[in-house]
Each structure stands twice: as structure tokens, then as C-alpha cells.
């Protein structure tokens, strides 16, 4: 953990069992640091630890002063929040709370394991929930709107891009731009009826008691996520699973039955019902893939192969022929223009580093000219599925360093979070001089980031 960086504890012990800190220390509790009329107790900074430790952090020094301090820099915010009269909505929190609670649900697999787990009643569990995200709402609109005040203008920028060591200048990644045509190759009829027979077989020897689900999941599903766990999905919401699946997962309501077979993107599907919490689902399934024959994938290539070669001789353009032939749906419509959306809520953008590029196109764009047309190529598409392709590199901009004219947001963001640590930094030392804070002997002593506490 550095302790270089301002640190904002968020929820600090979602998911440690309720008597974890009380087993590591059987007396009665105490307050350690007090911060104006907050208290910080031992256990606070007992489970703290205990759930950085269960994350495998490492603390660059002493947990039992760098914990607290951390924490006492939360009460400095939550004073300020009352001062400013900063507050969170119930239903804000509620919210907020739904979504930690049904993270923690899945990740252990029912509610009635979380209570086990945890030592406390669902209510007990969402209860201390609401207060532990309450505060960290709280803490996280005071730090932005002190943040407010941290203006940045290129002024600043050319000056902080004069002052640095050349060194210290960020390198800009090597950035393309790839126009892509896609082809599927056929998979013919009988590879589908297959895979489809299979999938009954499964289903009739589920229904008849033969051989439970999970143990076919676990020997037939080419789902590597959830096959291992006897094709166990965990929870999801209806967003999190494509629409032909959810259609059909959240319709099955007999654990015992099958559903029948689903196809979507990924390949077909039998899908049984484990249990229902609220709007979220938890179910099995099994995936089968039909087989793409050799023979498929080679006259999908010859096909491609004729294609880029109108294109080299100036019978049609890329654009064109991405209209004509291409059967990837993202491109299609953006003259086959890929997108780089790292968020998938997001817009995305045109420019790709290398390493975000597909690794199968990454190989080949890596030894193309601006301009070049690909010979056609297999890869593997996000879904599981076999392609081909060939691509054009529309534009590439070598690696180098920031520089004001070519990469002004990259450095104006770098600038800017350079002086709001700045700020932060300033307003937590003000802070701190002007706020009552009292140590327990014995909880003193140690290494702080901001030296000085309790010292007015």
C-alpha cells in the first residue's frame, strides 16, 4: 500500500465474518484516536486490517498507524460534510446498499450462507451496510466539491510541461486506427443437428434421474467460466446475460425441469434453475460450440482473399465492400471502423493501443503500412466464435512522448490531478491544525503521513 497517495477507505469489511476482529482480540473494545467528537475504536482498525490482508495488500510500514490515520482522514471529511451541509438521500444509499448486498449474495451463493457467514440476521448485514456506504458517499461529494476550487489552465500546463525532467514527460503508446471485413465461415447443417442431439440426450438424462445437471456441465460445457462450477452461473440480472438466454432463464420456475434448447451468440444451451433473489437469477447451464470444419474456414479465406483483392486493384473501396460483404455488426454501419470501448457503457473512440487490439489482429496489424489491405486471416471473436478477416491500417502515430500540440487532454488530465493532490494535501494539513484529535498512548509512536496530529 502506498502511503504516498491520499487514501479514502471506502466499505472496509463487507465481507468478513461479524466476529472476525472480536476473535483476534478478546478484551472489551477501546477508542484509540478521537477526532473532533468522533471516536475510532480498535476494532475499526482490526478489521481493516484484517480485510487488507484478506485482499493480499501490503502495508508500507506500521498497519497500526497507517489504519488509523487513514480513517481519522474520513472524520476530517465527514466534518467538513456537516459543515456544508453535505447529505445523501435514503434512497442514494438504499441503492447503493442493494447492489453491495446482492455482490456479496452471489459471491458465496445463497443469503442464507452470507447470514451463516457473517453471523448476523439479512437485516443486521443491510443495516450496517447503509451506514458504512452512507459515509462513503458522504466522504467521497465533500472531496470532490473541495476539489472545485482546482482550476487548471493551459498556462498551467505549458508551465508544469517546462518545469518536468524530460524524463518524467509520460510516453504517448504507438496509436492505430484499423478498418476491419468480416466473414463467418458456414457451419453446415449436420455440425448444428449434433450438437443439438447431444443437448437433448443431456436434457432426457437429467429429467429421468440418470445424472444430475452439474455433472454433465462439468464433462460436456464448453463454457470454461462456469463449467468447472457445474456450469453454476452465480447471480445475475437480466442485463448481465444476453437477451435470448435471459428470456428464457428468468421464465424456468421448477428447479427439477430443463429449459429447452437456447440459441444465442455463444452457441446453444440447456439452462436449469437454482434459484431466484429478487430480480436476479442463478442458474446452470451447459454450452455446446457446433464444430467449424477446416474445409469452411478455408473458402470463407478464399472468399476474403477476392475481396481484398478488388480492393488492391481499385475495383472498390474498403468502405464499400465492408457494405457489401462484411457480417460484423459493430463496423458495418462506421465504413468498418473499429471501436475502442473499454467501458462497455461508453462511446469508445477509433485509436487503439496495440496491446487493446484483439491479439489475432494486434500480430497483423503490427507489421502493416497506413494504407495496407491484410491478407485474410482466422481469430477468435469475444463470444467464442471463429472468424476471418482482413483489415486496413487507416492511420498510425508512432510512440513519443506528451507534447502540447498532439496530446493537450492527456496532459492538461495529468496536470490537473497533479494539483488536486496538491490541494487535497494543503486542505487535509489545514485540517488537521485546526481539529481536536486525541491518540491513546501506545497508538502515537508511530510513522505518519501527516505528522503533527493533535498538535493545535
Not at 472545485?148 to 492505430?176: F, G, H, N, S
Not at 510512440?399 to 500540440?405: S, V
Request: glycine share 6%; aromatic share 8%; proline share 5%.
Amino acid at each position: 500500500m502506498n502511503r504516498n497517495r491520499l487514501l479514502i477507505l471506502a466499505v472496509l469489511t463487507l465481507l468478513l465474518p461479524a466476529g472476525k476482529s472480536s476473535a483476534q482480540n478478546n478484551v472489551i473494545d477501546e477508542v484509540v484516536w478521537v477526532v473532533g467528537d468522533a471516536a475510532i475504536y480498535k476494532s475499526e482498525v482490526e478489521e481493516a486490517r484484517i480485510e487488507a490482508q484478506q485482499r493480499g495488500e501490503r502495508f508500507d510500514g506500521d498497519p497500526y498507524s497507517i489504519i488509523p490515520e487513514q480513517l481519522a482522514v474520513n472524520k476530517l471529511f465527514l466534518n467538513q460534510a456537516e459543515l456544508d451541509s453535505i447529505t445523501a438521500t435514503p434512497e442514494e444509499v438504499q441503492e447503493q446498499v442493494k447492489y453491495y448486498y446482492e455482490d456479496m449474495v452471489n459471491q458465496l451463493g445463497s443469503e442464507e450462507k452470507l447470514e451463516e457467514y457473517r453471523g448476523m440476521s439479512a437485516a443486521q448485514i443491510k443495516d450496517r451496510l447503509y451506514e458504512q456506504l452512507y459515509q462513503q458517499i458522504i466522504v467521497s461529494r465533500t472531496r470532490s466539491k473541495i476539489l472545485e476550487r482546482v482550476k487548471v489552465t493551459p498556462a498551467d500546463v505549458r508551465r508544469y510541461l517546462k518545469e518536468m525532467d524530460p524524463d518524467e514527460i509520460p510516453p504517448i503508446p504507438t496509436q492505430v486506427e484499423v478498418q476491419i471485413i468480416t466473414m463467418e465461415p458456414v457451419i453446415p447443417q449436420e455440425e448444428i443437428d449434433l450438437v443439438k442431439a447431444d443437448l437433448r440426450e443431456y436434457s432426457e438424462r437429467v429429467q429421468s434421474g440418470e445424472v444430475p445437471f452439474s455433472t454433465l456441465a462439468l464433462l460436456y460445457s464448453e463454457d470454461p467460466g462456469s463449467a468447472k462450477d457445474g456450469g453454476d452461473c452465480g447471480f445475475m440480472g437480466r442485463g448481465e446475460m444476453v437477451p435470448e438466454f435471459a428470456a428464457v432463464a428468468f421464465n424456468l420456475t421448477d428447479p427439477n425441469k430443463v429449459s429447452k434448447i437456447v440459441e444465442t451468440e455463444y452457441g446453444f444451451h440447456i439452462i436449469q434453475l437454482i434459484e431466484r433473489l429478487g430480480d436476479r437469477v442463478r442458474v446452470r447451464h451447459i454450452l455446446r460450440k457446433p464444430r467449424v470444419p477446416m474445409t469452411s474456414i478455408n473458402e470463407c479465406l478464399e472468399h476474403l482473399d477476392s475481396v481484398a483483392q478488388l480492393i488492391r486493384n481499385d475495383k472498390t473501396s474498403f468502405e464499400k465492400a465492408v457494405l457489401e460483404y462484411s457480417q460484423d455488426k459493430e463496423t458495418k454501419n462506421n465504413k468498418g471502423l473499429m471501436t475502442n470501448r473499454p467501458d462497455p457503457s461508453s462511446l469508445g473512440v477509433s485509436k487503439f493501443q496495440m496491446q487493446d487490439l484483439p491479439q489475432d489482429i494486434a500480430k497483423v496489424v503490427d507489421r502493416m503500412h497506413v494504407g495496407e489491405i491484410s491478407d485474410p486471416f482466422v481469430y477468435q471473436l469475444r463470444n467464442g466464435k471463429v472468424t476471418c478477416a482482413v483489415v486496413k491500417l487507416k492511420s498510425r502515430v508512432e510512440g513519443h512522448r506528451a507534447t502540447m500540440a498532439d496530446d493537450f487532454e492527456i496532459l492538461n488530465s495529468m496536470v490537473t490531478n497533479i494539483k488536486q493532490n496538491e490541494y487535497l494535501q494543503k486542505w487535509i494539513r489545514e485540517k488537521q491544525r485546526t481539529t481536536y484529535v486525541k491518540i491513546s498512548p501506545g497508538w502515537d509512536k508511530g510513522e505518519f503521513q501527516y505528522p503533527g496530529w493533535g498538535e493545535r
